[in-house]
């Protein structure tokens, strides 16, 4: 009889040792997460990305974190209807309208968000499991964060990494006068601080250049992740391959606005790409 009461004491205290460990692990509770996809056409990698994002939202709810999933077609062509109705039960939210263009889209899911923080994913990219999961353990612990992305992997058609592409901190100077690059894929911005600012502006390709140049100018609480975030998928479809003069002409417009002059080295460089698309289209 000692001997079983013995056991079972040990037993006892194995589990309550295991138990204290484990409670010091950081666990989310009471954090939801808002990702949004605009979508129109891209039969050939949207399920890539759904499958993506509702394998986060499981990783995510099995560690406390709540992952609303909200997507909007702008009535897509087939096979798309049929792929988005095969998923449409696991979303939170799916809405197949026609849209002003991807940023009201994505406006769209702004406002229908509930979650503490959100983002957007196009239908070629994925987020980074692993990445993510670090970020939301990150964001619970620093609740006051208003924006925050992190490095991302440039992958091809195959899904192949081909480039990273290392994080570095983004500076409002540096954007308005010489690169305008931001880390989209993967970032995500605090619902109570993009309430005072506003939704996206209509422009076709930048309008996450000016939205992060507003959270700058609003003085937004940063974090910069050195790990992976996301995988940004480049084909010969896509906006950033395809839509290169377009994207050109509304950096000068978005820098201009904010401040950029005509001897800043944007402003001759950018001039210098336009010719040179001129003299030599991409096809």
């Known amino acids: 009889m000692r001997i079983w009461l013995s056991i079972a004491i040990i037993r006892y205290s194995h589990l309550k040792f295991f138990d204290y460990f484990r409670s010091l692990v950081p666990r989310g509770t009471n954090m939801k997460f808002s990702v949004i996809?605009?979508?129109?056409?891209?039969?050939?990698?949207?399920?890539?990305?759904?499958?993506?994002v509702l394998d986060l939202k499981d990783r995510?709810?099995?560690?406390?974190?709540?992952?609303?999933l909200l997507l909007f077609d702008s009535e897509s062509p087939d096979p798309m209807p049929a792929i988005i109705e095969k998923y449409r039960n696991a979303f939170t939210y799916v809405e197949v309208r026609k849209d002003k263009g991807q940023?009201?889209?994505?406006?769209?899911?702004?406002?229908?968000?509930?979650?503490?923080?959100?983002?957007?994913?196009?239908?070629?990219?994925?987020?980074?499991?692993?990445?993510?999961?670090?970020?939301?353990?990150?964001?619970h612990s620093h609740p006051e964060t208003d924006y925050c992305y992190g490095a991302i992997d440039y992958i091809d058609e195959a899904g192949r990494v081909f480039r990273s592409f290392p994080?570095?901190?983004?500076?409002?100077?540096?954007?308005?006068?010489r690169t305008p690059g931001v880390f989209q894929q993967g970032s995500f911005f605090r619902k109570a601080f993009t309430d005072k600012i506003g939704?996206?502006?209509?422009?076709?390709?930048?309008f996450d250049y000016e939205y992060v140049l507003r959270c700058l100018s609003n003085n937004a609480i940063m974090k910069v992740?050195?790990?992976?975030?996301?995988?940004?998928?480049?084909?010969?479809?896509?906006?950033t391959g395809s839509l290169t003069p377009v994207f050109i002409r509304e950096q000068l417009?978005?820098?201009?606005?904010?401040?950029?002059?005509?001897?800043?080295?944007?402003s001759s460089f950018s001039k210098l790409r336009l010719v040179k698309h001129k003299l030599f289209p991409r096809k």
């Not at 996809?37 to 399920?47: T, V």
């Open 103 to 139: 940023y009201d889209a994505i406006n769209k899911g702004i406002v229908r968000a509930t979650g503490d923080y959100w983002t957007w994913l196009n239908t070629d990219d994925t987020l980074d499991i692993e990445g993510m999961l670090k970020v939301f353990h990150y964001l």
């Open 167 to 177: 994080t570095y901190t983004i500076q409002w100077k540096q954007l308005v006068t």
């Open 199 to 206: 939704l996206l502006r209509p422009y076709n390709c930048c």
């Open 225 to 239: 992740f050195t790990f992976k975030v996301a995988n940004f998928r480049q084909h010969q479809v896509s906006k």
């Open 253 to 266: 417009a978005i820098s201009k606005e904010y401040g950029r002059q005509p001897w800043h080295f944007l």
């Open 60 to 68: 995510a709810e099995a560690e406390g974190f709540a992952v609303e």
């Open 37 to 52: 996809i605009p979508s129109y056409n891209q039969p050939s990698f949207i399920e890539f990305t759904l499958k993506n």
